[in-house]
């Protein structure tokens, strides 16, 4: 065990001795010199916190040394400590963190053993000058309080502390600028505002029929995220592999069907080759930060809290976005026989990784059957006006739902507008420019926010996108108009406004006399 604990030891050592990040974020989660045994080990550390004030990427370990040695404390014995761990390959963050929590138990439970034998003196015996009883046992008190405080991963800080920050931050923020408080979606304009951006520290559900392009969508917010603030970006599916999830990607970017991509030669394709280079030059914009992982049984959330911790340090950032398709499908690393309390238990687990890394965490989730008849197709024979009215699902039919609408800070529900499809389609089978067997498959769908927390002001809590199928591409519309279940509204004229915007946008081929002027 003692050789375990020296080894530890080394390890924290050797990685914030190369890393300044490790240093900061491990002073952050309540690193202190005084967790560590070893003279030597602990006089390094004193020294990387004293220089940490410097405005320095990595501490060099000629620094280190320089300062040891003004101190007069730089032995032999010192020397081959610093050798030493100068051939270690210092940890990654998520084994540091483990490393950290080891240290800190370490000490907790030595406390506990230097209190319980003052409590064992302090009851066999009366010394003279000895503190009362009430005395004594608040001392005691008082000392099993600072270790709780000192085993938890984060340091307690008082409110006043933040709003002392936020202050200051208002103080030095332009005049009249409103800043979003997460991550831009742009191109997705009107979703940004309706969020104020993908929050960290929020937990959102996406939900759906089948058929929705949930996971596009979920794609499409993942590439956004990554492309506008260059953060890592973790994309787990239990329902595709990484080829397809790829092909899904390009496939946006270059409007070519991902099958086509995957199955033939794209040079057959009329614009092939200049499509492809079109789809390569968009992705290369978040290549880097895009990572698309093979859901397994092993992939608890536990895991995927490591694999970011890992990523954030690798970019020395403490951003990370984390994306899961879908919810139903996350291993749990002690399963539960009742769906239900399964459910509940991968939610919550999600929702505490979201506040945990202080990041914003998507998660798809599947509906149940009922759900999905409220979306289903009316049939050529419904009444457009019944249509409009139609209840729609909500997140109160997720496969399995219990406590996940309470655990969510947003919940989104993507669903098929009906009625706007069907007025679309007509337009479209008249204004399309090419090949009738080319007319794009679009479906306007609606993307419903129906829990928003800390919500800003917005007149509409509905956007409306242009799903192409093929391409597995969504295009920003608008926000849904509000009078759109009356039965006076102009369906018609709204599928004409959409028409032009996607013809405009160069997404639809349209004669010239069929966009409107």
Known sequence: MASENVDVEMAVVAAISNDRYSLEKLIDEGFHPQLLHSSQARLIAEVLVGLREQTLNAVDPLVVRSKIEERGQFSQ??????????????????????YLDLLKDRQARERLLKLGTALESFARERQPGQASLSEFTAGA????????QQRMRKQLRPVGDQIRAIVSESKERPHGQKILLGYSLAPFDRLTRLLSGLRPGFYYGLAGAPRRGKTNFGLHLASHVARNHHIPVLFYSWEQTRRVLTARLLAKECGINPTTMLTEDLESL??????????????????????????????????IRASAYNLMHDFRTNSVAIFVDYLQKVPLRHPLADARARIDEISTSLADLSLELHCPVVA??????????????PGPDADLDDVLTTARPTMHHCTGSGDIEYDLDVAMILSKDWGATFEFEDLLKTRFVGDPASVPKIDILNLNIDKNRDAPDEASQAVQYAFFIRENKFVELDFRPEDEARADFRGFARAQEIFDLLAARGDISARRDAVSR
Do not use: W
């Open 364 to 377: 798809i989730s599947s509906i149940d059957k009922e759900g999905c008849r409220l979306d289903d197709d």
């Open 77 to 98: 014995q010192m020397k081959e400590y610093m050798d030493a761990i100068s051939r270690l390959r210092p940890p990654k963050l998520d084994q540091l963190l483990s």
């Open 141 to 148: 008190v008082q000392e099993l309080l600072d270790i709780q």
């Open 270 to 303: 009329a614009g092939g080759l200049d499509r492809l280079a079109k789809g390569l030059n968009g992705v290369h914009q978040y290549d880097r930060e895009v990572f698309l992982v093979e859901g397994s049984r092993s992939d608890t959330a536990d895991r």
